[in-house]
């Protein structure tokens, strides 16, 4: 049925060898598969294989599975040779998709925040810059992701403002562990779909991304100066709201409202962007500690609307308060700590774990317990002081004392006074127009302001993949 045939290959007028071939005929045409160089033995296993895909061909039956899944193993060259015989249907050639087409096709299908969404141009950004804008994606071998990943940990040129700008600058460690993890995200979405079959980047792991040595512990009396320094009661409350109530700034201070105001129960109903795609995570309620309540109190004082937003000329999340804090930090004397906002929020929730259990704050706070104690619990010097005198062992569960802000008028006589006596009529009306789902249920002011607040907190237990 077929033959296979051997021809000398010659170079220079000698012998250098033999090719194999197989002849075959379909019909009234004679055919041939030329493989070239191979020993005997696989050479008449090709002729085995030839021979039953011309008896599929001529009697016109499928291939068994053992004969379709050897020619789907063929490499593209020896594949093209049966084709070019007619004995199988040639391959689906497609072109190679480029990186800079597969990032955006990633950009396109993905459903997330903006601020994500910044992060994922970020690390795209330094894959075109590395990797190659043009360079197709199943050209990326493992050894190139390793490169990427020592890249990132070097100085080099990157982009530093939204104007294109560039700096030669080095990454922190945090970042660089992130852009890891979005580039891995992007690679692994390239595998399912079928752009390559297996992603670079896997295994590849950042070195953490927790970096401690940002970490700033922002004491009352460093807020209590900036309060001074702040140029009125709207910035006042960012700061406020930010240290003692740990919000988000500047996602969470958007679209907070003075109908989440409890006056009368001393808590504060937020609403939270990164955590409402979680069950339970679209809103927390948060205690209103002594002193942010005396800020609350001026601001409600000032507000020309009270049943709109508490600090409405902070409403564009685009609004560059980063900058205005900073200047604001300076005029009060002094030196500008890293990440302001995000210290401002971990101080906050290292001072209620030194009191509270971690189930309650991690749900005061927004996130899980895990995250609580991987990314904001801080170790402070007097922690250490307090253990050697003993606090741990005196029968109040090893908590080393207030904050200042967390400490009533009547507690400390030198704290100064309200901004206005408040009467209880008053604090009635104020609470006329809180809706019902925002009111906190009996009994929960007694337990902020005795430090017994039990180990579920205010909420409802949620979700622990909570950020």
């Not at 970020?122 to 190139?144: K, L, W």
């Not at 402070?380 to 400490?407: C, I, M, W, Y």
């Amino acid at each position: 049925m077929a033959s296979l045939n051997w021809e000398n290959a010659t170079r220079g007028g000698k012998v250098a060898g033999r090719l194999a071939r197989v002849q075959f005929t379909i019909g009234d045409e004679r055919r041939t598969v030329r493989l070239g160089k191979m020993p005997e033995k696989s050479a008449r296993t090709w002729l085995h294989r030839i021979e039953a895909l011309v008896a599929c061909c001529v009697g016109g039956v499928p291939f068994d599975a053992d004969l379709a899944a050897w020619v789907a193993s063929l490499p593209d060259e020896a594949h093209e040779r049966l084709a070019r015989a007619g004995l199988v249907a040639g391959r689906e050639t497609t072109e190679a998709m480029a990186l800079e087409a597969l990032t955006s096709k990633f950009l396109a299908a993905a459903v997330v925040k903006p601020v994500t969404t910044a992060i994922y141009r970020q690390t795209i950004r330094s894959m075109h810059d590395y990797f190659g804008a043009d360079t197709p994606v199943e050209n990326i071998t493992t050894e190139d992701a390793d490169g990427w990943r020592r890249w990132l940990s070097e100085p080099h040129s990157i982009v530093v403002s939204s104007k294109g700008t560039r700096k030669v600058k080095r990454l922190a460690v945090a970042t660089q562990s992130k852009r890891i993890e979005v580039g891995r995200q992007i690679l692994a979405r390239a595998v399912r779909w079928g752009v390559i079959e297996r992603n670079p980047l896997e295994g590849i792991r950042g070195r953490g991304k927790v970096n401690t040595a940002r970490q700033f512990y922002v004491t009352d009396d460093m807020i209590e100066a900036v309060l001074l320094a702040c140029p009125d009661a709207g910035w006042r409350a960012v700061f406020a709201l930010g240290r003692w109530a740990g919000l988000r700034v500047p996602s969470e201070l958007v679209g907070l409202r003075w109908v989440d105001v409890d006056w009368e129960r001393n808590a504060l109903r937020v609403r939270s962007p990164k955590t409402e795609h979680h069950a339970g995570g679209e809103s927390r309620l948060v205690p209103i500690v002594p002193r942010l309540r005396r800020v609350l109190d001026e601001l409600w004082d000032l507000a020309p609307d009270r049943t709109t937003l508490i600090v409405p000329q902070f409403q564009n999340m685009r609004a560059n308060l980063r900058t205005h804090s900073r200047r604001i930090i300076e005029r009060a004397g002094l030196k500008v700590w890293p990440k302001p906002f995000q210290n401002m929020r971990s101080s906050r929730e290292t001072d209620w774990l030194a009191r509270f259990p971690v189930a309650s704050v991690a749900q005061w706070m927004g996130h899980s317990p895990v995250v609580s104690m991987r990314h904001y619990a801080q170790a402070l010097p007097e922690h250490f002081g307090a253990a050697v005198a003993g606090d741990g062992e005196r029968g109040n569960g090893g908590q080393t004392g207030r904050a200042k802000s967390d400490v009533t008028d009547e507690q400390n006589p030198t704290q100064q006074p309200p901004a206005m006596a408040r009467t209880t009529t008053h604090e009635r009306s104020r609470n006329e127009a809180i809706p019902a789902e925002n009111v906190v249920s009996t009994g929960i002011v007694g337990e902020v302001n005795s430090g017994s607040v039990g180990a579920t907190g205010f909420e409802p237990a949620t979700s622990t993949s909570r950020t």
